[in-house]
């Protein structure tokens, strides 16, 4: 069957059903990182990898430092979403031959700068030729024990948030210059105020109705609510992708709590509500975002 007859989704199950079931992790392939066993009494440890491929996640005319710190932030923003706190990463390369050194040079610039804004360490990787550039970061890191937001644990009648903007990353180059919220991410998570996590790595269009779909619900947005990107209508804001911003689910019990104590300037939005029945309210827009075998 041709790649391009299935979605990114089904060929990710596809892919996952041929691995044996794995006996060494407390939550595996499908959320924003993979969870091991207890380390220890008090924390646990968390994985995840990504990797930004030429002309997919950047052209070769792009700032080389953006591009490397754009390989490393998408890692951290998982961590992000699961209120987990990186550590170490492992990088591996596929390096063109006619590429000058001295640009994959000014990359690994940008992603030991972009890891030590976060204090996260590099532990090796690999480096190998290819007919384009790649990066594939690998990483490791721990979030105290029962503290992980998953996907799949939202409720019905929970208020729907996303931080920041949305829409408008490609033309803006928002794709390559963007703050992983990582301790955005970690307050929700220490506060147990959010009920359901994830990033919006792919658009609302696309990454809301997995967390739906994790959690056995669907959704209601407004799209009055839905802070787009200035230049960006409310269709772009939802399908663009790339915005690297956290999506959130929390009890109304706590809605108070969270607006009085939110500790950053990070703007924060409620766009919706998680219901229960046979379909999601989208409010007339399609809800698209991207999916990378679709393209």
């Not at 002309?55 to 961590?79: C, E, M, Q, W, Y």
Request: proline share 5%; hydrophobic share 40%.
């Amino acid at each position: 069957m041709a790649t391009g007859r299935l979605t990114e989704d089904q060929w990710i199950r596809r892919w996952l059903a041929r691995w044996p079931k794995p006996h060494n992790l407390v939550l595996g392939a499908g959320d924003d990182c993979a969870i091991l066993a207890p380390a220890n009494a008090n924390s646990q440890v968390v994985l995840k990898t990504d990797a930004i491929v030429q002309d997919v996640h950047f052209v070769i005319s792009d700032t080389p430092h953006l591009i490397g710190a754009k390989a490393v932030n998408r890692v951290l923003s998982d961590f992000a979403a699961m209120g987990a706190a990186p550590q170490t990463l492992m990088v591996s390369v596929g390096i063109p031959k006619k590429l000058h050194p001295a640009f994959v040079e000014k990359c690994y610039r940008g992603m030991a700068k972009a890891a030590a804004k976060h204090q996260v360490t590099l532990a090796g990787g690999e480096t190998t030729r290819s007919k384009e550039l790649w990066f594939s970061v690998s990483g490791i890191g721990k979030v105290a024990k029962g503290r992980a937001v998953l996907r799949s644990t939202a409720k019905a009648g929970d208020l729907i948030f996303v931080t920041g903007t949305l829409g408008g990353s490609l033309t803006s180059k928002k794709h390559l210059n963007f703050t992983p919220r990582l301790p955005e991410g970690q307050w929700l998570a220490n506060n147990k105020l959010a009920t359901a996590m994830m990033d919006l790595s792919d658009g609302l269009g696309k990454d809301l109705p997995r967390l739906a779909t994790a959690s056995k619900l669907h959704f209601a947005i407004s799209a009055a609510q839905i802070p787009a990107t200035p230049g960006c209508d409310k269709s772009q804001a939802v399908n663009d992708g790339e915005d690297f911003e956290l999506l959130f689910t929390v009890s109304p019990k706590n809605l108070k709590t969270l607006t009085a104590k939110w500790p950053f300037k990070t703007k924060l939005t409620p766009i919706g509500i998680m219901v229960s029945g046979k379909q999601s309210d989208t409010d007339n827009i399609e809800f698209l975002g991207f999916d990378h075998l679709q393209r």
